[in-house]
């Protein structure tokens, strides 16, 4: 079993939808939450981090983590064309860090 | 874009030689993480360093060698090539040690094809 399941898609929205991405994991040793967008043929850009249970909204993106399902979740609202990339959600523990294998994500205009 | 640059952008090696990839980190920060994504999955941690000494390590044989040097830069090192190792290499460098890693700031990447 890998340490962080993330559906690849790919997933395709209207403009102004609502997007939900999600990951689960099995290392309850995980504290940092995080997830990136990467545009093609650029590095993964950091969105957003958590580091708790709960809801941490920034803009048009909110990231939730449930710790006792062992399951994040990002949304984004009013979707944009910008927002066409692959998502990256990412784990960090002690001194080991893990990504998922990313969801591609087209906003159609 | 972040302040962290890589080179060269693309390199093609043949399998069985070796290969040496650098990265230059964000002014002020102290802490570098290599990965290896392979084409249509996540990057993988090959290993991260603080300050000049190896401080955490993913799942890559022994091939995979870093360095850091005082001004935070760092090299990748790659020994006997093979086809498998063909993949982009990205750097990302943080502020304050392995804690700091939700704040990592990544690089474009090198791609690498092997032969």
């Known amino acids: 079993q890998k340490e962080v399941e993330q559906d690849p898609g790919p997933l395709s929205v209207p403009e102004g939808a609502i997007v939900s991405l999600n990951c689960t994991y099995s290392?309850?040793?995980?504290?940092?939450f995080m997830w990136y967008r990467q545009y093609s043929r650029k590095g993964p850009e950091l969105l957003m981090y958590?580091?708790?249970?709960g809801n941490k909204e920034d803009g048009r993106f909110t990231a939730q983590v449930d710790k006792s399902s062992k399951y994040i979740s990002l949304f984004i609202r009013d979707s944009q064309p910008s927002d066409s990339a692959t998502y990256l959600c990412a784990m960090s523990a002690r001194n080991q860090f893990y990504f998922g294998t990313g969801t591609s994500l087209t906003v159609i205009p | 874009e972040t302040g962290v640059t890589q080179s060269p952008t693309h390199l093609i090696k043949t399998r069985g030689q070796q290969v040496t990839l650098r990265c230059s980190s964000q002014?002020?920060?102290?802490?570098v993480s290599w990965y290896q994504q392979a084409l249509g999955q996540g990057p993988q941690f090959i290993f991260q360093y603080y300050r000049e000494e190896e401080n955490g390590r993913g799942n890559f044989p022994p091939r995979f060698s870093g360095l850091q040097f005082p001004n935070y830069s760092s090299e990748l090192n790659v020994n006997a090539l093979e086809l498998d190792d063909s993949a982009l290499y990205l750097c990302?460098?943080?502020?304050?040690?392995?804690?700091?890693?939700?704040?990592?700031?990544f690089g474009p990447g090198t791609r690498l094809l092997v032969l």
């Open positions: 990302a460098s943080s502020a304050t040690g392995f804690r700091a890693q939700e704040t990592q700031y």
């Open positions: 958590t580091y708790s249970s």
């Open positions: 290392n309850s040793a995980f504290q940092y």
């Open positions: 002014s002020g920060h102290n802490t």
